[in-house]
C-alpha cells in the first residue's frame, strides 16, 4: 500500500476526501443540513463579495472570503479555501475593486463543489 500524505492531493482537488468524510462521519444525519446551509450560505457571500467588488468594499470583500474560507475548509473544499485566501489578501492590500476575475472563479469552484457534493451523496 503507497501512502504518499502529500503527493496523494491532486493539485486542482476539488473536494479533500478524508477531510469531507471526517465531517460527514462526525456530524452523521446532520451532515445533509449542514451541507445544504453551506451551498446557501456561500452563494450569498460570493454575491457579497460581488457587491463590494463593485463597491470597492474592502472590510465587507475581506469578512465575507473569510467566512467562506473557514466554512469551506470545514468540508475540505480546497479550492474555495485557495481562492478566499486570495480575496482576504486582496482586501488587505485594498485591491477588491480590481478581484471581479477572482470572485468569477470562486462562483465556478462552488459549482464544481456542489457538482461532488451532491454526487458523494447521492442527491
Known sequence: MDSHSMDSHPVHEV???EQF???RDLLEEDFA???QTYLTDSQKRIDS???AQVAGDN???FEAAHALKGASANLGAT????LSGQLQEACRAHQISHSATVI????EA??????QIYQRLAL
Open 15 to 17: 473536494i479533500n476526501h
Open 21 to 23: 468524510e471526517e465531517m
Open 33 to 35: 443540513d449542514l451541507v
Open 49 to 51: 463579495l460581488r457587491v
Open 59 to 61: 472590510a465587507n470583500g
Open 79 to 82: 479550492q474555495l479555501v485557495t
Open 104 to 107: 468569477e472563479h470562486l462562483s
Open 110 to 115: 462552488l459549482h464544481h463543489v456542489e457538482q
